[in-house]
């Protein structure tokens, strides 16, 4: 189909929940599957401090086993995760006025547990079905499946999203840098494909760390950061890891660096010394790109870290601002970006691409039920 001549404006919600494990945003947008028509209502929720501690305990039972033991455990989680994404649905149309019926489709991306493509293996835990049931509307999930079977890496996937919001604005080249449970850069020129990857660790360690720490769930503004001192020996050895000297294209699982940790740094510093690994390791990724941007627009929930921008503004030389600085909207693009992709998808237009994911061809994705 080319993609030059459709004209059907579709209402989509995208649902994401992030590597970070915290919760789980809802946006809707109108789009044509090429452009950006309107910004829509949007809403979050925050899963139980059970909820988190159950999806990574399933998340670390993949790592060790591939799930062979829990299967009763995870088909449980993904009908829970269904109902709680279409209650934030529901929830979201009621408080916003919006008919249901009105919705044309929604792109669900579940709670990713595993991400191993040399292993042909993401798992994404959620029952699309009983969204489906909940609200009435098309539901495309599974969307990295095919990237995947198709050589890529099946990650990240907002990069053709990223390229229609970067149309709002005439600077180029700029980064799209994602700070989540990891992070991801998105490099868009206006002559070229989108070059994107996984840089490294984002929010994972440093929320891992915090709750063993601190009994609390993450790092707020950075603030024990800002009060360690940065074990430079650790940043080192941590950055010493393969992965940093891979060229691109390269994504993570968000327990892939845990046998890095182990460390002779403690408390704060330990916080200070991981939030710097994070900040060290997206600067890093400039060497991939074939020129120096002119702007860095930094979202995800990784944006309200002030130690970590504090560190990008002072380490990248060049522009960096925060999302709402481009009247973008930080905590949702993400989840913009599945309800994009989600109309893509209907309309058999590409999702990935050899720059972002590696895969084969320019191909697309998601299963449409």
């Known amino acids: 189909m080319n993609e030059n001549i459709n004209l059907k404006k579709f209402v989509s919600i995208g649902l994401m929940s992030g590597t970070s494990m915290d919760g789980?945003?809802?946006?809707?947008?109108?789009t044509d599957g090429l452009?950006?028509?309107?910004f829509g209502p949007t809403k979050s929720i925050e899963y139980s401090d059970k909820l988190k501690y159950d999806l990574k305990s399933i998340s670390n039972e993949y790592k060790s086993t591939n799930g062979k033991h829990i299967q009763s455990e995870v088909n449980a989680m993904?009908?829970?995760?269904?109902e709680i994404n279409?209650?934030?649905?529901?929830?979201?149309?009621?408080?916003a006025n919006f008919n249901t019926s009105k919705v044309d489709v929604?792109?669900?991306?579940?709670?990713?547990v595993i991400h191993k493509p040399h292993q042909r293996v993401s798992i994404q835990l959620g029952n699309p079905y009983i969204i489906k049931e909940a609200v009435g509307s098309k539901v495309v999930y599974n969307f990295r499946n095919n990237d995947i079977i198709n050589g890529g890496e099946g990650a990240p996937l907002t990069p053709i999203y990223h390229k229609a919001l970067s149309n709002l604005s005439a600077i180029y080249p700029k980064v799209f840098l994602n700070i989540g449970g990891v992070c991801n850069v998105t490099y868009i020129d206006e002559a070229m494909d989108p070059i994107?990857?996984?840089?490294?660790?984002?929010?994972?360690?440093?929320?891992?760390?915090?709750?063993?720490l601190y009994?609390?769930?993450y790092d707020k503004s950075g603030e024990v950061a800002a009060i360690g001192i940065v074990n430079?020996?650790?940043?080192?050895?941590f950055l010493s890891n393969n992965y940093f000297r891979s060229p691109p294209p390269k994504s993570l699982d968000r327990n892939h660096f845990d046998m890095d940790i182990d460390f002779p740094v403690k408390n704060a510093d330990l916080i200070a010394s991981l939030t710097q690994v994070t900040i060290e390791s997206i600067c890093l990724s400039k060497a991939y790109f074939p020129k120096n941007p002119k702007l860095w627009i930094v979202c995800g929930g990784g944006r309200n870290n002030k130690t970590i921008i504090k560190g990008l503004q002072k380490n990248i030389y060049e522009q960096v601002v925060l999302a709402e600085e481009v009247n973008l909207r930080g905590q949702y693009i993400e989840a913009e970006a599945f309800a994009f992709l989600a109309v893509r998808s209907l309309l058999g237009y590409n999702i990935s691409y050899p720059s972002t994911t590696g895969v084969n061809q320019p191909t697309t994705g998601g299963e449409i039920i």
């Not at 929604?106 to 990713?112: A, N």
């Not at 430079?232 to 050895?237: A, G, I, M, R, T």
């Open 24 to 30: 789980i945003d809802a946006a809707l947008i109108v």
């Open 35 to 38: 452009k950006i028509i309107e």
């Open 78 to 82: 993904g009908n829970h995760l269904g």
């Open 86 to 95: 279409a209650k934030l649905i529901l929830d979201l149309l009621k408080e």
């Open 106 to 112: 929604i792109g669900y991306h579940g709670q990713t």
């Open 196 to 212: 994107a990857f996984d840089t490294g660790p984002g929010n994972a360690l440093i929320d891992d760390n915090m709750i063993k």
């Open 215 to 217: 009994a609390k769930d």
């Open 232 to 237: 430079n020996s650790f940043v080192k050895k």
